[in-house]
Nanobody
Framework: VQLQASGGGLVHPGGSLRLSCTPS????????MGWFRRAPEKAREFVAA????????NYAGSMEDRFTISRDTAKNTLYLQMNNLKPEDTAVYYC???????????????WGQGTLVTVSS
């Protein structure tokens, strides 16, 4: 399975972005899909995950306050809606697919290339 993430860019503090991730080369129906991010000089961290088939979601800490993970099975696309963005949200955002709806990146088999989100005035 190949994953293609898109939708990153430069946004002002308080703004919104929606990231997309499109899988190809195989079905993700039996997978969970997640978003992770790596801020400059920091380790990659879990943001959110969703079980593709049933839509159950899982968020890290306070991410659910401003971020929403969703999927459109008809369009075969994963989304991350990010609202009220802050400079500390600046990071490369990665989508991933794995066997369990989890925050542990070691449980994800496939990774996209990442899309850069920069929050700055």
């Amino acid at each position: 399975v190949q994953l293609q993430a898109s939708g990153g860019g430069l946004v002002h503090p308080g703004g919104s972005l929606r990231l997309s991730c499109t899988p190809s080369g195989g079905s993700v129906n039996s997978y969970a899909m997640g978003w992770f991010r790596r801020a400059p000089e920091k380790a990659r961290e879990f943001v959110a995950a969703i079980t593709w088939k049933c839509g159950v979601t899982n968020y890290a800490g306070s991410m659910e306050d401003r971020f929403t993970i969703s999927r459109d099975t008809a369009k075969n696309t994963l989304y991350l809606q990010m609202n009220n963005l802050k400079p500390e949200d600046t990071a490369v955002y990665y989508c991933a697919a794995g066997g369990l709806n989890s925050g542990y990146e070691s449980l994800y088999y496939y990774w996209g290339q990442g899309t850069l989100v920069t929050v700055s005035s």
